[in-house]
């Protein structure tokens, strides 16, 4: 594509942002969420310049049909997430603690007041339940800094609980 074709795909987005920010405008809340599709849609339709109509009112109805695609994706983006967030409140009104009873409290705050990488190397393997290996996996660490890591971590634990840390 030439330069003068360069210039006309930004002439177009130029001339018609402001319809299609108000298509977006009507069609999706918050509102605030028209200015992102409206950039989503000028960045679509800057990557597909060399199929630009050659006749304006194609041109304009080729970037409604874009804008109108970017829409399409947006709501069913929403009602993914939308069903995402369902299943979550769902799974977290039957939730039980792992930890339960008056040690609890004292125990958790113990193990939040850990280095980061200690704290989520112990909750990955007493309150998720993977192994070592496994948590050094996830947290893409080599399996002797995990087993380095959470030795530190039991005895800091050891001192501050005494007798009432488990050993599982």
Known sequence: MSDSDGQSILGLLQH????????????????EDAADLLNETMLQAWRREDSV????ERRR?????????????????????????????QQLAVYQPV????????????????PKEQRELVLLIHWDGFT???????????????????AQARAVLRTHLGDATPDT
Do not use: C
């Open 16 to 31: 018609t942002s402001t319809e299609l920010l108000a298509f977006f405008e009507r069609r999706v809340l918050p509102r």
């Open 53 to 56: 109509p050659e006749d304006h």
């Open 61 to 89: 109805m080729w970037l409604f049909t874009i804008a109108h695609n970017v829409l399409l994706n947006h709501q069913r983006s929403s009602r993914r997430r939308s069903e995402l967030i369902t299943k979550i409140r």
């Open 99 to 114: 930890l339960d009873g008056s040690e609890s409290s004292e125990v958790r705050d113990v193990v939040l007041r850990l």
């Open 132 to 150: 070592i290996n496994e948590s050094a996996e996830i947290l893409g660490v080599n399996a002797s800094t995990a087993r380095s890591r959470y």
